[in-house]
């Protein structure tokens, strides 16, 4: 059974950094991804990591954002450098099944295993 557990939310002022970390139970062929969304909105995708390490950016967070997954660890990270107040959420860590030459996506219906989500809130 596929579990996913993410830590590290929090408040902080625009400008600061979190690290955001995700616990996976998971064999090493998933392809995995961070996701956030605000109350009213659909799941935005964040950044997303491939099985040998590719990865893929939202526009709204190049440069600012970085995604790490360490499988020695079981654990993906997501570290958030300069953040804006729309960089408030709910952040979840998902993974789904892919091939070794699978693109790295954004795409939330590409997943199909989602943590919980940890609550991030940037204020101005």
């Known amino acids: 059974q596929v579990q996913l557990a993410e830590s590290g939310g929090g408040s902080v002022q625009a400008g600061g950094s979190l690290k955001l970390s995700c616990e996976y139970y998971?064999?090493?062929?998933?392809?995995m991804g961070w996701f956030r969304q605000v109350p009213g909105k659909g799941r935005e995708g964040v950044a997303s990591?491939?099985?040998?390490?590719?990865?893929l950016y939202a526009d709204s967070v190049k440069g600012r954002f970085t995604i790490s997954k360490d499988n020695a660890r079981y654990t993906l990270s997501l570290r958030m450098d300069s953040l804006e107040p729309e960089d408030t959420g709910m952040y979840y860590c998902?993974?789904?099944?892919?091939?070794?030459?699978?693109?790295?996506?954004?795409?939330?219906?590409?997943?199909?295993?989602w943590g919980r989500g940890t609550q991030v809130t940037v204020s101005s």
């Open positions: 990591i491939a099985r040998y390490g590719a990865q």
């Open positions: 998902a993974a789904y099944v892919c091939s070794g030459s699978r693109s790295p996506s954004l795409r939330d219906d590409d997943y199909k295993y």
């Open positions: 998971i064999y090493a062929n998933y392809c």
